[in-house]
C-alpha cells in the first residue's frame, strides 16, 4: 500500500473514529458493544446526544482548521492555526474543551495564551492536543523524525502549557509517521518512547507497554496519557479497523476522542479500504466559522491527498 492511500486511511479513519464515538461521550463502559453486538452488524453510525449520525466533532474541526492551514501557508504557520482556531470558537461549536474554549478567548496572543492558562490553572494535559494531530502527522511525515516531533509539540503548545500534552502529541505523530510509511506502529513503539523528553518518558513508558490496558489507567480517559495508551492498546488487542474502533468506544469515557486517535492509527495500518463502508458513507464535518461549509468524506480524502503529496513543508 502506498503512502498516499495509507494517508487516506489516516484522515478519514480518525474523523470516522469521531463521529462513531461522540453520542457515546461519557458513558459507561460496554455500552457500545451491548447496543450493536456483532461486528459488521449494521446501524453504529447511529447519532444522539445532539449529534446527527456521520456528524464528527471538535476533533475532526480543529484537525481540518490545522491542515487548511498547513496547506494554505505551504507549512507550519502558528499564528495562522491559532487565529483559525479562535474563529471557529467564536463561532460557537457544538463541542470544545474547556481548556481549548479558555485558551481561544483569554484576549493573550498565540505565544502566550497557552503558556498563561497553564501558569494559573497548573492542570493542562488534557487530549485535546492529541485529538486533531493526524492531519500535521501526514504532513511532516515525508520531512523525517526530527521534524515531525517539532511540528507536534509545536501546534500542541497553541492551546496545551503542559508539556506532558506536548510529549503525547509527538509520540501519536511519530508513530503516525512510521505506519504510514508501512511500519507497525506497535513494533516502533520502544524507539518512539526514547524521544519522549527524559522528565515525561516513564510515564509513556507505563501506558505505553505492552501490558498495559486501560482498567490500569490512573486518571480519566480525557487526559492525554490513557487517551494515547487505550488507542495503542486497542490497536493491539484487535485484528481490524473495526475492531479496533469497537474496542475504543467500549471504553467509555472520552469515547470520540479515544476513538479519533485510535481512528488514525488504525486507518493509516490497515488503509481506507478496511474502513465499513457503511461508516463513510453518511460521515460529514459541519465547519463553524467558515461560511456554513460542511466537509464530505469527498473533501476528507481530497486533504489527506493533498497533505500527503505537497511539494513543500516550511517547517515554520
Ligand atoms: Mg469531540
Redesign the pocket.
Known amino acids: 500500500m502506498r503512502h498516499e492511500e495509507r494517508a487516506v486511511g489516516a484522515v478519514v479513519g480518525s474523523a470516522v473514529g469521531?463521529a462513531l464515538?461522540?453520542p457515546f461521550?461519557f458513558g459507561p463502559e460496554g455500552v457500545f458493544s451491548a447496543r450493536f453486538p456483532s461486528p459488521g452488524g449494521g446501524g453504529e453510525m447511529c447519532g444522539g446526544g445532539g449529534w446527527d449520525p456521520g456528524e464528527?466533532?471538535?476533533?475532526?474541526?480543529m484537525a481540518v482548521l490545522v491542515a487548511e492551514s498547513l496547506l494554505r501557508h505551504g507549512g507550519l504557520d502558528l499564528p495562522d492555526v491559532f487565529a483559525r482556531f479562535q474563529r471557529w470558537a467564536a463561532a460557537d461549536p457544538k463541542?470544545i474543551?474547556l481548556q481549548t474554549e479558555d485558551v481561544l478567548t483569554n484576549g493573550l496572543p498565540w505565544d502566550r495564551a497557552a503558556a498563561e492558562h497553564f501558569r494559573v490553572n497548573r492542570r493542562a494535559a488534557g487530549n485535546g492536543s492529541l485529538?486533531r494531530a493526524t492531519p500535521s502527522a501526514v504532513y511532516f511525515a515525508r520531512a523525517g523524525q526530527t521534524a515531525t516531533t517539532d511540528a507536534a509539540r509545536r501546534i500542541a503548545a497553541l492551546t496545551h502549557g503542559d508539556r506532558a500534552a506536548w510529549e503525547g502529541t509527538a509520540v501519536f505523530h511519530e508513530l503516525l509517521r512510521r505506519a504510514l510509511a508501512g511500519a507497525d506502529p506497535l513494533d516502533a513503539l520502544p524507539d518512539v518512547v526514547a524521544l519522549v523528553s527524559p522528565e515525561h518518558r516513564r510515564r509513556y513508558a507505563t501506558v505505553l507497554a505492552a501490558d498495559w490496558h486501560p482498567g490500569l489507567a490512573t486518571e480519566f480517559n480525557g487526559a492525554v496519557w490513557p487517551c494515547l495508551g487505550s488507542a495503542v492498546w486497542a490497536l493491539r488487542s484487535t485484528a481490524d479497523f473495526e475492531g479496533a474502533l469497537r474496542a475504543a468506544i467500549d471504553l467509555g469515557g472520552?469515547t470520540?476522542?479515544v476513538a479519533?486517535v485510535t481512528g488514525g492509527l488504525a486507518g493509516a495500518y490497515y488503509g481506507p479500504d478496511a474502513i465499513p463502508a457503511r461508516w463513510i458513507e453518511p460521515l460529514h464535518l459541519p465547519l463553524p466559522g467558515f461560511g456554513g461549509r460542511v466537509l464530505r468524506p469527498a473533501d476528507l480524502t481530497g486533504l489527506a491527498h493533498r497533505l500527503a503529496t505537497a511539494v513543500s513543508v516550511r517547517l515554520g
Do not use: H, P, S, V
Not at 56 to 61: H, K, L, R, S, V
Open positions: 469521531d464515538g461522540a461521550e464528527a466533532t471538535d476533533d475532526t474541526q463541542d474543551g485529538m472520552d470520540d476522542t479519533a
